[in-house]
């Protein structure tokens, strides 16, 4: 699990469908808050439509080429559905609904990252399938309290990227409270690791630190057309 890197080339090779199958019921496996299950995985086989979600998220064309590429949808639709079917009236769309079925969909994708990585495998993950929402839903036929949270490339690399460092662990763990005001000589430090990685890294060397990334994105809006997107989907009322 630590020797985890990002994979972005693949080889030709297939997965075998009883390894993949072995992948989807680790996915299963994993933890879900009061057992909504609200998660749902949208197998995408159709070359078309591969090609298509490459370029809505920003032409990454490893969406296309890898052996496997899963959409992973937060996922209300089925709970509605038990609604109905119980004579009950549904009241999706509380914020609180929408936070579980998200964190539903990104446990069950870590759990197919780490059975897929134990078996040689190597994973990318793609956030980019949230700048087109709309193209997405509608190409992939997503109905109401449903929506994609990112997708998963899947394959047998073709590369060997190094390892990327990690914040150090005085950072990331506090013990008992919340420690504001941290030491900045060891994010100072690590700024230094990363800058060093970044310039290292066998492709897309640049030179930056973690710091000024973070203050980069941070100090502007990201795809503020979700809170519309997900208002539209049921899936944010409250």
Known sequence: MKSHRSIRKFTEEPIAPELFKQLL???????????????????????????????????QQYVASAAEFLVVCADLHRAVQCC???????????TEQTIIATVDAALMAQNIAVAAESAGLGICYIGALRNKPDE?????DLPDYVYAVFGLCIGWPDQDPEVKPRLPIEVVLHENSYKKDQDR??????????????????ENKKSQTWSSQMAGLLSREARPH??????KKGLLKK
């Open 25 to 59: 019921l680790a996915g299963q496996a994993a933890a879900s808050s009061s057992f909504i299950q609200g998660a749902t995985i949208v197998r995408v086989t159709d070359t078309s439509k591969r090609l298509k979600l490459a370029h809505l998220a920003n032409d």
């Open 84 to 94: 109905e079917q119980h004579g009950e009236t549904a009241r999706p769309g509380f």
């Open 136 to 140: 997405v839903s509608e190409l992939l």
């Open 185 to 202: 000589s060891v994010l100072a430090d690590y700024d230094d690791v990363i800058k060093s990685y970044y310039e290292a890294r066998t």
């Open 226 to 231: 979700m809170l519309d997107f997900l208002n």
